[in-house]
């Protein structure tokens, strides 16, 4: 009988990942069914109310921009926020979840059962935030053992718990979302002391401001 492992997700508001401990204690990143090491966080719901999730679904967000989701994750733990297609609504958590079912799926392809997750979120997310981001891992069939702070992920990946008592900066500029978070470190702890951050600023801002420029 194969063991059920746990993942980390980076469920981001442009592109997400999906990566695991191997047998030798060293993270490696999972390429989804594309063999992509990222995947567009975009849904693409068709005529007959079918997803598509990925690259595809971003190529259809030209052709078919009312079919198509993104960003979702500026507005997870927003209860009063929903895409209206094929006469359905659905909420930025079930948009998530089926960005997450994609990287799940892909995963399990290559290393076998997964029931238990650990996801990020910025660490300027609140409560509300936090809880739709674990809701959106059990409507895609996770128990999310952890909910982290990008920032805190960041620094544990850099080594930077290594390090003995420093007070460090993290500085993360993503597709959708900007934060900056300052963090003590030292002896095996990272702790996040203060941050902020801003959920509607990120490269897709800039790039639209150049294509109007552009234009």
């Not at 238990?116 to 128990?143: C, H, M, S, W």
Request: contains cysteine; glycine residues 10%.
């Amino acid at each position: 009988m194969t063991q059920a492992r746990a993942i980390g997700i980076d469920l981001g508001t442009t592109y997400s990942c999906i990566a695991w401990l191997n047998e030798h204690g060293q993270p490696v990143t999972l390429p989804n069914q594309e063999g992509e090491l990222s995947t567009p966080s975009v849904v693409f719901f068709d005529e007959q109310g079918q997803t598509i999730v990925g690259t595809e679904a971003l190529r259809n967000a030209i052709a078919s921009p009312q079919r198509v989701v993104q960003h979702a994750k500026r507005h997870m733990g927003d209860g009063a926020k929903f895409w209206k297609i094929n006469d359905y609504r659905y909420s930025a958590e079930q948009i998530s979840s089926l960005v997450l079912k994609k990287l799940l799926d892909a995963a399990q392809e290559q290393i076998g059962e997964i029931r238990q997750a650990v996801i990020t979120v910025p660490a300027y997310f609140n409560d509300a935030q936090r809880q739709a981001t674990k809701d959106a891992g059990q409507i895609a069939g996770l128990e999310v053992m952890r909910i982290i702070n990008e920032p805190t992920a960041a620094a544990l990946a850099y080594g930077l718990d290594r390090k003995k008592n420093e007070t460090i900066a993290v500085y993360d500029f993503g597709g959708g979302t900007f934060d900056i978070s300052i963090l003590e470190v030292g002896d095996g702890v990272v702790e996040v002391k203060s941050t902020n951050g801003d959920t509607h600023l990120g490269g897709d801002n800039v790039d639209h401001r150049i294509i109007e420029w552009l234009i």
